[in-house]
Structure formats: structure tokens, C-alpha cells
Antibody, heavy 118, light 107 residues
Framework: EVQLVQSGAEVKKPGESLRISCEGS????????ISWVRQMPGKGLEWMGR????????HYSPSFQGHVIMSADKSISAAYLQWSSLKASDTAMYYC???????????WGQGTLVTVSS | EIVMTQSPATLSVSPGERATLSCRAS??????LAWYQQKPGQAPRLLIY???TRATGIPARFSGSGSGTEFTLTISSLQSEDFAVYYC?????????FGQGTKLEIK
């Protein structure tokens, strides 16, 4: 079974750092890109960017460039999304999703809820 | 950035009836459009890609059409499990953008 399993919910304070993960199984991890999608509370979907696990090439949406870092470790079929200094406005559900060259997201992780509050 | 506009924001339809959801792009995106379904507390699920191709395992009652700037998702005979929020997504230009969603509710 093809699966993307994400790390659990996080509660952080403003200014703290954070890394969340997305582990793929049931398929060749390096044959698909991994994208990250943000969903703020009660809102729609926003594509943050994508990473190619073969060589960790990244492509960020302008809205998220400089605010997050995407990385991957193909040896353990994992992708990561990290922040160096969280803000309250980063409170959201974050999904990872896989796709080939054309970004049709055919498999999604279950989501990681990030809450940033003082 | 291409803006995707979905209409209506909320659609009330009775089970067994047909539902038609619309999505408009601010500029031509050819057929580079996908539709997703999201139920409360769940991740989105891919329904349609390439504007009209059903994803694996998606029932035939879901169909997509359109090209250029105007797109439609049709659900031919609504089942109880179809009541959800539906998003369109363009991937013709970077960054890919989503519409704001249409909530399909039971009438």
C-alpha cells in the first residue's frame, strides 16, 4: 500500500524552531516529487513548494521562499519541512503529497497540525 | 500568479441529484487542472487530473470537463459520501494555485 505518514501534532512558542517529517512507503520514494501544502484553520489549500528526493532539488512558492526549508533523506524515504523561527501565523495543518513531474497529488499524508502560541 | 475562482461557494443538493461545480482561471491553463475532494478532518483526495481524467479508484459518477479558463466538475448522482469540500488546482504555471473551494452540502 502506498502511504505517506507524517509526524505528530506540535505545539510551539513563537521564535522556536521546528522540523516535521513525511515518510513514504509502498513505492519507489525517489520516483516521485514531494510537495508541501498548507491549510490554515478554516481556510483553503496553499502549495508551499516541492522537493525532488533524488537530489534534494527544491522549488519554493514565492509566498514561502525564505520562510521554510524543505529537505529529504532518500536513504530512509523521508522528507522534511522546517522553520527556524516560528510565528503565530504559521499555525496550520501541513500536508505532504507525492506527484510526478506534473503536480497531480495522488497520495497525501494525514497532515501535521502545527500550533504556535505563547 | 494565476487566480482560481470557484463557484458557488456553497451548493445545496439532494442525494441522487446532479451537482455541477465551476472553476475559472484568471488566464489560460490549457488542461492543466485537477479536482480534489476534502472531507472534515481528512486530507484531500485527487479526483480528476488533466481536466477530465479520473484518478485511480474514482467512481464514474465524477466527471470533469473544460479547457483554457473554464472548468466543470460534475457529480451525476450524489451519494451521501460525496458531501464535502471540492477544490480545483491549476498546475500550468508556477506556483500551482488552488481555488477557494466549493462546499457541497445536503439539501
Amino acid at each position: 500500500e502506498v502511504q505517506l505518514v507524517q509526524s505528530g501534532a506540535e505545539v510551539k512558542k513563537p521564535g522556536e524552531s521546528l522540523r516535521i517529517s513525511c515518510e513514504g512507503s509502498g513505492y519507489s520514494f525517489t520516483s516521485y516529487w514531494i510537495s508541501w501544502v498548507r491549510q490554515m484553520p478554516g481556510k483553503g489549500l496553499e502549495w508551499m513548494g516541492r522537493i525532488d528526493p533524488r537530489d534534494s532539488y527544491t522549488h519554493y512558492s514565492p509566498s514561502f521562499q525564505g520562510h521554510v526549508i524543505m529537505s529529504a533523506d532518500k536513504s530512509i524515504s523521508a522528507a522534511y519541512l522546517q522553520w527556524s523561527s516560528l510565528k503565530a501565523s504559521d499555525t496550520a495543518m501541513y500536508y505532504c503529497a507525492r506527484h510526478r513531474l506534473l503536480p497531480n497529488f495522488d497520495c497525501w499524508g494525514q497532515g501535521t497540525l502545527v500550533t504556535v502560541s505563547s | 500568479e494565476i487566480v482560481m475562482t470557484q463557484s458557488p461557494a456553497t451548493l445545496s443538493v439532494s442525494p441522487g441529484e446532479r451537482a455541477t461545480l465551476s472553476c475559472r482561471a484568471s488566464q489560460s491553463i490549457s488542461s492543466n487542472l485537477a479536482w480534489y475532494q476534502q472531507k472534515p478532518g481528512q486530507a484531500p483526495r485527487l479526483l480528476i487530473y488533466g481536466a477530465s481524467t479520473r484518478a485511480t479508484g474514482i467512481p464514474a459518477r465524477f466527471s470533469g470537463s473544460g479547457s483554457g479558463t473554464e472548468f466543470t466538475l460534475t457529480i451525476s448522482s450524489l451519494q451521501s459520501e460525496d458531501f464535502a469540500v471540492y477544490y480545483c488546482q491549476q498546475y500550468n504555471n508556477w506556483p500551482g494555485t488552488f481555488g477557494q473551494g466549493t462546499k457541497l452540502e445536503i439539501k
